[in-house]
């Protein structure tokens, strides 16, 4: 089962409108991380967005961001409650863009 942004809580938030020179995904805060991290990212277009948690065997566990968004900033928040210590991977996503970072959840 793959649990959706609407199914625990989460924040998308555009923490700027300035247009970023290129695409970006940051390395989550803080990471190691229990149980809440943030993970920011930059989109140099208004896009159609999609980022999503994957576990260790690449078996997609989560949807953070599935929408268009405009060009800027954001930050959204991943609440690992409902999941196992371990190591994951975030993978985002757009027309022009996609880049996998790696995360660890300890608890």
Known sequence: MVLKA????TGINQI???????Y???QNYPNPFNPVTKI????????HVSLKVYDILGKEVFVLVNEKQ?????EVDFDGSNFSSGI????LQ??????????TLMK
């Open 6 to 9: 609407t199914d625990v809580i």
């Open 94 to 103: 757009t027309d022009n863009f996609s880049e996998i970072k790696k995360m």
């Open 70 to 74: 405009n060009a800027g900033s954001y």
């Open 24 to 26: 970006n995904l940051s």
């Open 16 to 22: 700027s409108e300035l247009i970023p020179e290129r």
């Open 40 to 47: 920011n990212y930059e989109l140099r277009v208004t896009n």
């Open 88 to 91: 994951y991977f975030y993978k």
